[in-house]
């Protein structure tokens, strides 16, 4: 039936230990229930579900007994998220893949402060205008040396 939302599946000794916790408070799985079953399924009779849950039944009274002998089963330990705990001051770090945990303090940028430094000012540069020659310097001289004609004046 398309209109029907997707079940769930639970693996038979799933289903097992629930009937069990029923047959342990006491309970049954009586003939109404079986008629429940049927009419939310809409396709098997209850007759088919009490037939189906023979061995799971059967299953349940064996997890009854070894409970009642004192049998104690333990659960599937989670695995590690990927954090581990600091075992000196509690906090947690991150650990990388390799195993090598990273860095638990981040640091602040330096902030750069310019200064303006005296000596650094070369000889003669008090903000005045750089001239600029428009006829070519002798072999080896800048325009900067050259004491020709000026014809251009540029900002520095």
Same mark, same amino acid.
């Given at each position: 039936?398309?209109?029907?939302?997707?079940?769930?599946?639970?693996?038979?000794? *799933?289903?097992?230990?629930?009937?069990?916790?029923?047959?342990?408070?006491?309970?049954?799985?009586?003939?109404?229930?079986?008629?429940?079953?049927?009419?939310?399924?809409?396709?098997?009779?209850?007759?088919?579900?009490?037939?189906?849950?023979?061995?799971?039944?059967?299953?349940?009274?064996?997890?009854k007994e070894e409970q009642?002998?004192? *049998?104690?089963?333990?659960?599937?330990?989670?695995?590690?998220?990927?954090?581990?705990?600091?075992?000196?001051?509690?906090? *947690?770090?991150?650990?990388?893949?390799?195993?090598?945990?990273?860095?638990?303090?981040?640091?602040?940028?330096?902030?750069?402060?310019?200064?303006?430094?005296?000596?650094?000012?070369?000889?003669?540069?008090?903000?005045?205008?750089?001239?600029?020659?428009?006829?070519?310097? @002798?072999?080896?001289?800048?325009?900067?040396?050259?004491?020709? @004609?000026?014809?251009?004046?540029?900002a520095a």
């Amino acid at each position: 039936m398309s209109d029907k939302p997707k079940q769930a599946d639970f693996s038979f000794e *799933t289903v097992a230990v629930l009937v069990c916790a029923i047959l342990m408070q006491g309970g049954t799985i009586s003939t109404k229930s079986y008629e429940l079953m049927s009419a939310l399924d809409g396709t098997r009779t209850a007759n088919s579900f009490q037939h189906g849950f023979r061995a799971v039944l059967r299953r349940a009274r064996e997890l009854k007994e070894e409970q009642d002998k004192g *049998t104690e089963l333990k659960a599937v330990v989670p695995k590690p998220k990927g954090r581990v705990k600091a075992p000196n001051d509690g906090k *947690t770090i991150k650990e990388k893949k390799n195993g090598v945990g990273m860095k638990g303090v981040k640091r602040a940028r330096a902030i750069k402060v310019k200064e303006e430094d005296e000596d650094d000012a070369a000889v003669g540069d008090d903000g005045a205008k750089r001239m600029k020659c428009d006829s070519e310097s @002798p072999a080896g001289w800048s325009n900067d040396d050259y004491d020709g @004609p000026i014809v251009k004046t540029e900002a520095a």
